[in-house]
């Protein structure tokens, strides 16, 4: 009878945490298609694919308060969209795991806190997004309204960095513990809503340290395009969740490489 009562439980709680976090995903996804608050919509944004700059439209780097908030919100909102298919896993398997501790009661509550922290590292890395675009649109190097690279040499040396990243020792750690989360969930495990929040901080963290390079190639392919946004949130979730995760990880960073040194030979 009591193992009856705690796999409903846990049916119970996965049912809930899957539909908030697919409703999240939807608005999120909504949020990124429709741009909301940007010059263009992202559709429009990805039907002008190929265009580097359309001069005139806004003077580059001139952002009001108001502004800014709105392409952090879109580099945040994005993020979420994107990450939230490969940490869906982690935050039902941490609930699977409350539910055998004396937080039974309280599972929803604390897993939404451990979410919450891990978008809250995602919040940093959209604010430094933000001011890199900034920093970038004010000295002409990333268009003001395509927000691309608008020279082939620069997004050609993304591709090559981001590639030659997916090789290090640091993403090879990052990746491994983004790949195995239990250990992680049982060792590091903090009490209360608050140490949950922390927990997802720190898993945040990690997983920020395996795919900010990635992030960065948006600058190259159009940080509103979703061919891009997709293919980024699908190889991420590749990389993380299938047990083929780190050949292709390599792989990847090959072609990256390839990729960018074609396109300096193609320039020169």
């Known amino acids: 009878m009591t193992r009856g009562l705690v796999e409903t439980a846990l049916r119970r709680d996965r049912t809930l945490l899957i ?5 999240l995903f939807l608005l999120a996804g909504l949020y990124t298609v429709y741009g909301i608050g940007m010059n263009m919509t992202a559709v429009e944004m990805t039907r002008m694919a190929g265009m580097r700059d ?7 780097g001139a952002w009001g308060f108001g502004y ?5 919100l879109m580099w945040w909102v994005m993020m979420i969209a994107m990450m939230l ?21 309280r599972v929803p509550a604390i897993a939404a806190a451990f979410l919450g922290g891990y978008l809250a590292a995602w ?6 997004a933000a001011f890199a675009q900034w920093a970038l649109e004010a000295a002409g190097i990333v268009s003001a309204t395509m927000m691309t690279l608008i020279d082939t040499i620069p997004g050609a040396l993304v591709l090559i960095a981001a590639g030659a990243f997916q090789f290090t020792p640091w993403k090879d750690t990052c990746l491994a513990h983004c790949r195995s ?3 992680f969930l049982t060792r590091r495990r903090r009490p209360g809503a608050s140490g949950a929040f922390v927990m997802g901080l720190e898993h945040g963290a990690y997983c920020l340290g395996c795919c900010w390079f990635l992030m960065a190639l948006l600058f190259v392919g159009g940080i509103m395009n979703l061919y ?10 590749l990389e993380k969740l299938t047990p ?3 050949p292709l990880s390599r792989v990847a960073g090959a072609v990256l490489i390839a990729w960018g040194v074609w396109v300096i030979a193609g320039a020169v």
């Open 19 to 23: 539909c908030a976090m697919g409703a």
């Open 54 to 60: 359309m001069p005139g439209m806004r003077e580059p």
């Open 68 to 72: 800014a908030v709105l392409v952090f």
């Open 85 to 105: 298919p490969s940490v869906a896993p982690v935050i039902l398997l941490y609930a699977a795991l409350l539910r055998q501790t004396a937080q039974a009661a």
């Open 123 to 128: 919040a940093g890395f959209s604010l430094l």
């Open 181 to 183: 989360p239990a250990d």
């Open 228 to 237: 891009w946004i997709v293919g980024l949130a699908a190889f991420v979730a």
């Open 244 to 246: 083929f995760g780190r």
